[in-house]
């Protein structure tokens, strides 16, 4: 017998020895080859004169950790393994002011009960309408009276000592609108600022019509922060549906992902709770939606069901359609045994495809006193911010004033400097010693 595989034994002076196994309730005669085990034939291509045998390919030459360019970071150790959120459905009315004071109750009441991460509806302090929109926008980065409803977010949150995943508000910059979710720490400090990236502009007949991008501008960066209730991934509404996004976030170690978000009477009891349950399944993780209450007869109809899906996909809290709050307990240790059960990172096919989870994504993500730390790519250190996990990533020698490619060489920038090892890969993984990025 001179098939392919035999012929690879001989050259390889493997022992040949012919005998039955049986595979898929069919017998057939496989070459057993020393080292090789004959149960690692599988159905496939046209080996060994078996046209519906080929040789299992070994785990290890999958390369699941090239399915994400550059690699997954590992999960890192959450600052907390159990907490409390709140998910606080609430009515939205044409008042600002109201919308405002209503949702700091809802904030405090929240917290009164334990809550540690509170997470507000899309579109909360505004009527969610084209027309509404640049009415009711707030110059998030100016702050104070221009921009009321974060002034409310920032003093809470400072005040109950709680994290809050701010909704979202319609924000002015320049001459563009955005709508923004803001994330404030238990310092009352923004921490994030995550512009809804995917518009939401859909047509179906005879139901549902809305063109977000009459007025508002997209996003360009996915947002992923560290707090301290954990790494937090940020979308908002129509984002849910681009599980690529989801994606990244996982590859860059979010314990859970946050979307507040209004769907409609259409697509709500539809692909509303399928969507948390897939970007929830597919990476592991905790996900965590708000939605507002629904309004009979506003212009905009909101589905509600504001919802809690841990990482098997199972639905852990939910409202109905009413104004609620409703308060649930999330547990980090869980993503571990969850991802023990089903090792998917490490049975990705890298060697099939792969992921870019680098490109334009804001960390905001906190580095800690050690020695040394690897940096990420050259737009965090404009942003100056560093991941605390390792990521391997190239750094141009233009990226930082003085620094060439050389290992050792020092860089300057703005008043810190730094010193960079270089390693030898298809990436450089280069270290920060003696400072950090603030």
Not at 183 to 209: E, M, N, Q, W
Not at 219 to 244: A, K, L, M, W
Not at 368 to 389: C, F, G, H, T
Not at 409 to 437: A, N, W
Request: hydrophobic share 35%.
């Amino acid at each position: 017998m001179k098939s392919a595989a035999l012929s690879l034994a001989s050259s390889k002076n493997l022992n040949r020895i012919l005998r039955p196994t049986f595979i898929s309730h069919r017998t057939h005669f496989v070459p057993a080859i020393r080292g090789i085990d004959p149960t690692s034939w599988v159905f496939g291509s046209n080996i060994a004169g078996h046209p519906n045998l080929r040789l299992r390919v070994m785990a290890s030459s999958f390369k699941p950790e090239e399915a994400r360019a550059p690699p997954a970071v590992p999960l890192p150790t959450p600052p907390v393994t159990k907490f409390k959120i709140a998910l606080c459905q609430l009515s939205v009315t044409p008042d600002k002011e109201k919308n405002i004071a209503h949702a700091r109750k809802a904030i405090e009441e929240a917290a009164e009960k334990g809550a540690q991460l509170v997470l507000l509806p899309e579109i909360w302090n505004s009527p969610y309408s084209n027309d509404s929109f640049p009415v009711y926008a707030e110059e998030i980065d100016a702050g104070g009276d221009a921009s009321p409803s974060t002034a409310m977010l920032s003093e809470v949150s400072d005040r109950l000592k709680i994290t809050i995943v701010g909704g979202s508000i319609p924000e002015r910059s320049g001459d563009k609108l955005y709508n923004t979710c803001c994330v404030f720490g238990s310092d009352g400090k923004l921490k994030a600022k995550h512009r809804k990236i995917h518009l939401f502009d859909i047509d179906i007949p005879g139901k549902i019509t809305f063109m977000e991008s009459k007025t508002l501008t997209a996003g360009e960066s996915p947002t992923v922060v560290d707090t301290d209730v954990g790494r937090i991934g940020i979308g908002i509404c129509y984002d849910i549906r681009f599980q690529e996004l989801a994606m990244i976030y996982a590859a860059r170690g979010a314990h859970l992902l946050c979307y507040p978000g209004a769907f409609n009477m259409t697509t709500g009891p539809l692909h509303w709770e399928l969507l948390q349950r897939a970007r929830a399944t597919d990476n592991q993780l905790y996900v965590a939606t708000c939605s507002p209450a629904r309004t009979a007869g506003a212009s905009y109809v909101a589905w509600g069901h504001s919802t809690l899906v841990g990482p098997f996909g199972e639905v852990l809290a939910t409202t109905e359609h009413n104004e609620d709050t409703i308060i649930a307990e999330v547990d980090y240790s869980v993503l571990e045994q969850r991802r023990a059960s089903l090792p998917l990172t490490k049975q990705r096919r890298g060697d099939l495809y792969q992921l870019n989870v680098d490109a334009g994504i804001e960390n905001y993500v906190t580095v800690m006193a050690l020695d040394s730390w690897k940096i990420v790519s050259p737009y965090l250190l404009q942003n100056k911010r560093v991941v605390e996990d390792y990521i391997n990533h190239s750094l141009p020698a233009t990226t930082i004033t003085g620094l060439g490619s050389c290992p050792g060489q020092r860089g300057v920038l703005g008043k810190e400097k730094y010193s960079f090892l270089h390693q030898e890969r298809h990436s450089c993984g280069q270290r920060i010693k003696d400072h950090h990025l603030p």
